[in-house]
């Protein structure tokens, strides 16, 4: 069974659409984000990452995008699929540490 | 993912029993690390080692001891299960740039 949250705020898109998943960060000292999904009884799994003196980068399928203004980072998942549907956390790591901070995620649910 | 495994998958043991949990890894990565996820709380590090006997503290680690004898084991180890350590455990992998790869996860259950 599921234990990830159960009250997580929930992202539904229709299949085929884009989705954007947000995420704020706390720390100013954070150089390296990354962003994991994780499916229903796995573990969390590696998505893409982005460093701080990066605005945006391209994986397949998936964007991420950081602004450091306003401490955002988004998950953009382009002509999202079944398969797609699962938890996204974000994680920030700080400079300097090898430890990372994760959010309490985003469910996101794929409608047919 | 099959560089990285934990046993057991399952436990349910009593109050006040010791329980140890094993991380095993096949990649000969440096850092490794035990998280614990709880419904509302995402994932939180309980201890985390950055070499054969070093280890350190997570957010978490009251109750949680850790010992990592040789790089490819990362063992933690509940000295007195408590009810409140009923949790979903992960182990991971730290890679070059700071990102993890998470093992399968242990559901412990302590009645």
């Not at chain 2, 309980?46 to 350190?56: E, F, L, M």
């Amino acid at each position: 069974g599921e234990s990830v949250g159960l009250h997580l705020p929930t992202l539904s898109v229709q299949e085929g659409d884009n989705s954007i998943i947000n995420c704020a960060y706390s720390n100013s000292a954070s150089d390296y984000f990354i962003w994991y999904k994780q499916e229903s009884g796995k573990g969390p799994q590696f998505i893409i990452d982005i460093r701080s003196n990066m605005d945006k980068r391209q994986g397949q399928r998936v964007t991420v995008l950081l602004n450091k203004t306003v401490k955002h980072l988004s998950l953009q998942i382009a002509a999202t699929q079944p398969g797609d549907s699962a938890v996204y956390f974000c994680a920030e790591k700080e400079k300097g540490t090898y430890k990372s901070i994760f959010g309490t995620g985003t469910r996101l649910k794929v409608l047919a | 993912d099959a560089g990285i495994t934990q046993s057991p998958r399952h436990k349910v043991t009593e109050t006040g029993t010791p329980v140890t949990l094993r991380c095993h890894q096949t990649e000969n990565h440096r850092y490794m690390y035990w998280y614990r996820q709880d419904p509302g709380h995402g994932l939180r590090l309980i201890h985390y080692s950055y070499g054969v006997k070093d280890t350190d503290k997570g957010e978490v680690s009251d109750g949680y001891s850790v010992s990592r004898s040789k790089t490819e084991d990362f063992l933690l180890t509940l000295e007195s299960a408590t009810s409140s350590q009923t949790s979903v455990y992960f182990c991971a992998l730290g890679a070059l740039m700071g990102e993890q790869y998470f093992g399968p996860g242990t559901r412990l259950t302590v009645t």
